[in-house]
Nanobody, 124 residues
Framework: QVQLVESGGGLVQAGGSLRLSCAAS???????MGWFRQAPGKERKFVAG???????DYNDSVKGRFTITRDNAKNTVHLQMNSLKPEDTAVYYC???????????????????WGQGTQVTVSS
């Protein structure tokens, strides 16, 4: 069984930065990991993902502003968010991909375990 716990969310002004972390208990290697977000009244969407070999993928809306990294030895994944915008406001979820040694996928069904989420609020 895998448990994912996110941290690092909060309230920040537009243009500011936050760093989200996801700590995993149980085996996460060598599966891809991802970050999704869900804004109020909207569907949960893919934000960024990273494979076991550190190949990353980003939603176009965050490309150039967000950076995903992982530490396989510590079973952690991070999302550095810079130049935040009010439209980045959402609950952010960490997720573990289902396919061992797999590439990053953008669909939720490709992920088996999810964290409880952390709120990110960007004020204008």
């Amino acid at each position: 069984q895998v448990q994912l716990v996110e941290s690092g969310g909060g309230l920040v002004q537009a243009g500011g930065s936050l760093r989200l972390s996801c700590a995993a208990s149980g085996r996460t290697n060598p599966s891809p990991m991802g970050w999704f977000r869900q804004a109020p009244g909207k569907e949960r969407k893919f934000v960024a993902g990273i494979s076991w070999k550190n190949v990353s993928d980003y939603n176009d809306s965050v490309k150039g502003r967000f950076t995903i990294t992982r530490d396989n030895a510590k079973n952690t994944v991070h999302l550095q968010m810079n130049s935040l915008k009010p439209e980045d406001t959402a609950v952010y979820y960490c997720a573990l991909g289902r396919t061992l040694f797999g590439a990053v996928r953008r669909t939720q069904s490709e992920y088996t375990y999810w964290g409880q989420g952390t709120q990110v609020t960007v004020s204008s």
